[in-house]
């Protein structure tokens, strides 16, 4: 409500009303962001048709390898794409539509950085790659798929500022499209014709290189419907620093890397220790696939992030807290879903990934399965508490819970992977997610006093953990692979109906939201 208006009566209604707008955001964001995850159906595809065609040897390499092009993109670009979303945002909403010369001055001078930080990490795998394969006893065939991991960051980081940039308008579909369409139709069209030149790690390395050099220009054509290219460009060309930026942008790409660090840690020392090719391909893929269900909570938080910092600098928290506690209750049904599903029918999707145990040896339900199947739980039920710590710019936090944790976390992995290999791998990674969440969450609550509530959020938990005990009690019965999938099936039916004898709020919410949308 605006801040002139001094009746009674409308500033009763006031917060609701704002609470709503923010909500109708939010969820026409998410919408859009959502149309991403059917890219992930694609990218779901890539996976065991890249598996049949390079063999599960050749794809265990590729896990392995492609940690590294993660880690520079975070250490490079991460920080900046965050900065450019939040403080663009705001230099979005407060300047008028013809007047953004501040928003291509935050813009340009991120590209600018990205770029030359890019084009540096290529150049340094370059030169540096035999001498990694040496120090982390890796074979002398991981060179060539490093170097082309490392020429990967450069478009990769680029394509992802302009990503951000073009979210600053608040108009997601352009973002959706690049990212759930281009990325993984790139993808799938590049793997058969390297595979058919290179059918190696390094083809596979080949095909996403190639995808991230698409992915860019797609990006550049997606910013270009909303924002003057030239200018731009020119600011790109002739960069102003913005201390504001550095200051938030180094300390959160630092958290970032070392988030991923984190997440990925597991399979650079199971390689090191000398795990076969074969197990690195069925971990890579089982640890990638429970990774993908993190885009229920991305849908969400890339819709958040623009809304919570304007929201932020006008000091409405408590529409803020309401939001997380709704928002989380959401995002902890929906992953909750596929989890169960996972978890009923493991066998069925290993083979479906060309994992599976005849082709690997390892049991058909191998115990590291479940520790992973906790990972993707955790980060969408606590996560966006530490996307608002990001958010309300609290970089600094996050970047000291990720480098504590870091540190416990090699710890664990050295200690786990020669006692216990798989298992000890995904106890560590485990470990490592649980303990960022919670600090995320405690200083959530100091920094800016919100909190996760239990009484908003028990629903999905408690139908969770129902649903999961009948599927234990069941297990043992379902001997067949018809079977697995009857009992993943039945099991979902059974979590949804749970969730309706429970009051069934979340989609409730959901339907409220989209009638007053339509109604607005």
């Not at 596979?204 to 995808?211: K, R």
């Not at 938030?248 to 790409?253: E, G, K, R, T």
Request: proline share 4%; glycine share 10%.
């Amino acid at each position: 409500m605006p801040a002139e208006v001094e009746h009674t009566t409308e500033r009763a209604h006031a917060p609701d009303d704002e609470n709503t707008d923010f909500e109708r955001e939010l969820v026409r964001g998410a919408g859009y962001n959502a149309l991403s995850l059917l890219g992930g159906l694609l990218n779901g595809l890539w996976v065991p048709v890249a598996t049949l065609l390079f063999g599960a040897a050749s794809m265990g390499g590729y896990w392995v390898v492609l940690p590294f092009a993660e880690v520079l993109v975070s250490l490079i670009a991460q920080g900046f794409c965050d900065a450019t979303l939040v403080y663009g945002s705001r230099t979005f909403a407060a300047s008028k539509h013809e007047d953004r010369d501040a928003l291509y001055r935050l813009a340009g001078f991120a590209l600018f950085a990205v770029g030359a930080l890019g084009l540096a990490a290529g150049i340094g795998v370059q030169l540096a790659a035999p001498a990694l394969t040496r120090a982390l006893n890796l074979d002398a065939h991981f060179v060539l798929p490093l170097i082309l991991a490392g020429w990967s960051v450069l478009p990769l980081g680029l394509a992802e500022v302009l990503i951000a940039l073009s979210k600053t308008n608040m108009r997601m579909q352009e973002s959706a499209l690049v990212v759930g369409g281009v990325r993984p139709v790139s993808l799938m069209v590049l793997t058969p014709i390297a595979w058919w030149l290179a059918p190696s790690t390094a083809g596979i390395l080949g095909a996403w290189l190639g995808s991230q050099i698409i992915l860019f220009v797609f990006a550049l054509r997606a910013v270009a419907r909303w924002f003057d290219l030239r200018a731009l460009l020119r600011r790109a060309l002739r960069p102003r620093p913005s201390a504001q930026m550095l200051k938030f942008a180094l300390p959160q790409s630092l958290n970032m890397t070392l988030n991923r660090y984190n997440t990925r840690l597991d399979m650079v020392m199971l390689a090191a220790f000398g795990t076969p090719e074969v197990a690195l391909g069925a971990y890579g893929f089982a640890a990638w696939l429970v990774g993908e269900l993190r885009a229920i909570r991305r849908a969400f938080s890339g819709a958040l992030g623009p809304i919570a910092a304007r929201h932020h600098a006008r000091g409405e928290t408590r529409i803020l807290e309401e939001v997380l506690n709704r928002t989380s209750r959401w995002t902890t049904a929906l992953v909750a879903l596929p989890v169960i599903g996972l978890a009923a029918a493991w066998p069925e999707v290993l083979v479906v990934g060309g994992v599976g145990a005849a082709r690997t040896g390892l049991d058909p339900y191998p115990a590291f399965v479940a520790l992973l199947l906790v990972v993707p739980f955790i980060n969408c039920a606590w996560g966006l508490a530490g996307n608002l710590l990001i958010f309300t710019g609290h970089s600094g936090w996050n970047l000291f819970n990720t480098a504590l944790v870091a540190i416990l976390n090699t710890g664990l992995n050295w200690l786990l992977i020669p006692r216990y290999g798989l298992v000890g791998a995904a106890g560590a990674t485990v470990f490592a997610v649980g303990a960022i969440s919670v600090l995320q969450l405690i200083e959530l609550h100091q920094l800016e006093r919100m909190r996760l509530r239990a009484r908003a959020v028990w629903v999905p938990y408690v139908a969770l953990l129902c649903t999961l005990a009948a599927v234990a009690g069941l297990a043992e019965g379902a001997s067949t692979p018809a079977l697995r999938v009857c009992l993943a099936l039945g099991a979902a039916a059974a979590y949804v109906a749970t969730l309706k004898v429970l009051g069934m709020t979340e989609l409730k919410d959901l339907r409220a939201l989209m009638r007053r949308r339509r109604e607005a």
